[in-house]
């Protein structure tokens, strides 16, 4: 079945270094739906990003990612971490089967220190 | 801005305790989804509805029950609570006009189990 990878489970990074989150996934299916939501401590966690087009760069709120359906990834990128980048990164896939569910990855912890 | 509300925000409880945790939505979103939330593990679908009176089995159903009585409100019960249902659980919905845009999330029950 379709499955979403993230191999790092804590990331940490000194602050003004680039930051690169890793996120993989596994469908038979052409037309998949990728997303990168993120959780700050005592918020909700929200949507940042999400792309259906094969090899088209999306970005918002300073962090940018690319759809290759090619090698299957969906990597987070920011040139510049800051303090407030410190959170939980989650990448998601649309379920192919059941419309409106999302597989969600383990979660990467982001931690920006000075 | 969608709005989806949790209550309570904190719960304790007692192994074999009887728990209700509850989700409204003021969205019009056919899509309510329960899902809980453990380090190592992200986020996991216990339970989702398509609209009042629906349910579907998520990935980890296995002593939960949910019910969804109308369009907005949908509840996640705990009839023999387990220390490993110890957990922050997350309510959250989306526009069944379009799955695959956004899960809007609340803020979230931290529920401890002793």
């Known amino acids: 079945g379709d499955s979403v990878t993230q191999k790092e489970g804590l990331v940490t990074l000194t602050e003004g270094l680039p930051v690169m989150l890793n996120c993989t996934y596994q469908?038979?299916?052409?037309?998949?739906?990728l997303f990168w939501y993120v959780h700050y401590l005592n918020e909700s966690p929200r949507l940042l990003l999400k792309s259906s087009t094969d090899n088209k760069r999306t970005e918002h709120q300073g962090f940018h990612a690319t759809l290759h359906k090619s090698s299957s990834s969906f990597h987070l990128q920011k040139s510049s971490a800051q303090l407030s980048d410190s959170a939980l990164y989650y990448c998601?896939?649309?379920?192919?089967?059941?419309?409106?569910?999302?597989?969600f990855g383990q979660g990467t912890k982001l931690s920006i220190k000075p | 801005e969608a709005a989806v509300t949790q209550s309570p925000r904190n719960k304790v409880t007692v192994t074999g305790g009887n728990v209700t945790l509850s989700c409204r939505q003021t969205?019009?979103?056919?899509?309510m989804y329960w899902y809980r939330q453990d380090t190592g593990h992200g986020l996991r679908l216990i339970h989702y509805?398509?609209?009042?009176?629906?349910?579907q089995i998520g990935d980890v159903p296995d002593g939960y029950k949910a019910t969804r009585t109308t369009q907005e409100d949908f509840f996640l019960l705990l009839e023999l609570a387990s220390p490993s249902q110890t957990s922050l659980y997350f309510c959250?919905?989306?526009?069944?006009?379009?799955?695959?845009?956004?899960?809007?999330f609340g803020h979230g029950t931290k529920l401890s189990v002793l």
């Open positions: 998601a896939l649309s379920d192919h089967y059941n419309q409106g569910k999302l597989i």
């Open positions: 509805s398509y609209g009042a009176g629906n349910l």
């Open positions: 469908t038979i299916y052409s037309n998949a739906f």
């Open positions: 969205n019009s979103h056919n899509y």
């Open positions: 959250a919905s989306s526009d069944a006009q379009c799955p695959n845009e956004r899960l809007f």
